[in-house]
């Protein structure tokens, strides 16, 4: 699977949205991008996934350039509650035996300031 | 509610006294896998079941074995448990394995 890079921390205010980015440069087609969360100590939380086409749900939108080298995870109304580590993940769409497991980086800690 | 559950949330065991941590989930879902999560680390996948008698090692299976009889269960047990085993483990589940996965509350082991 690609490795991703992430800002190590962002702040953003509450009621604005938080962009956070991901760059995957090394990304392949058949990969597509996770984003889960986890607030602290708790399981982490699945957010959305995409393979090209922007994507949107009840709780983010996730922006995936065309050339597939990086995507944004857009939250339109940030919270207090929203305040999390932020995980981008890339991942093939298969199952070749062997591990397979979601690889959970450094992430971005995402801090909600009131 | 939809969930996936673990017991205990936490325990505290001495080394070598066998222990099973339990992980319910109520979506029918086929894929279970099971995550340790350890500071500098982060979470590491020990063992996957794509489905009932269907299971494999992750990146850490040492130490580990697991069991999925039935769909909704797949319990982690540790045989013979060591300090290094001291971790967050958390269960997760999912419809198959390209979907987002529902993770449990997490249950905390510490082995001295």
């Known amino acids: 699977d690609a ?62 350039t065309e050339d597939r080298k990086s995507s944004t995870l857009i939250l339109p109304h940030a919270t207090l509650r929203d305040t999390a580590v932020y995980y981008c993940i890339v991942r093939a769409d298969y199952s070749g035996g062997g591990a397979d497991g979601l690889t959970f980086g450094k992430g971005t800690h995402l801090i909600i300031q009131p | 509610e939809a969930q996936v559950t673990q017991n205990p949330r936490y325990l505290i065991t001495v080394t070598g006294k066998k222990l099973t941590v339990t992980c319910s989930q109520n979506m029918n879902h086929e894929y279970m896998s099971w995550y340790r999560q350890d500071p500098g680390l982060g979470l590491r996948q020990i063992y996957y079941s794509m489905n009932v008698e269907v299971t494999d090692k992750g990146d850490v299976p040492e130490g580990y074995k697991v069991s999925r009889k039935e769909k909704r269960n797949f319990p982690l047990i540790l045989e013979s448990p060591s300090p290094n085993q001291t971790s967050l483990y958390f269960c997760a589940s999912s419809w198959d394995r390209a979907e987002g996965y529902t993770f449990g509350s997490g249950t905390r082991l510490t082995v001295v």
Not at chain 1, 9 to 34: F, K, Q, W
């Open chain 1, 3 to 64: 490795k991703t890079t992430q800002p190590p921390s962002m702040d953003c205010a509450e009621g604005r949205a938080a962009n956070l980015p991901c760059n995957h440069s090394t990304i392949s087609g058949n990969e597509y991008v996770y984003w889960y969360r986890q607030i602290h100590s708790q399981g982490p939380q699945y957010i959305i996934h995409g393979l090209k086409n922007n994507e949107t749900n009840e709780m983010a939108s996730l922006i995936i």
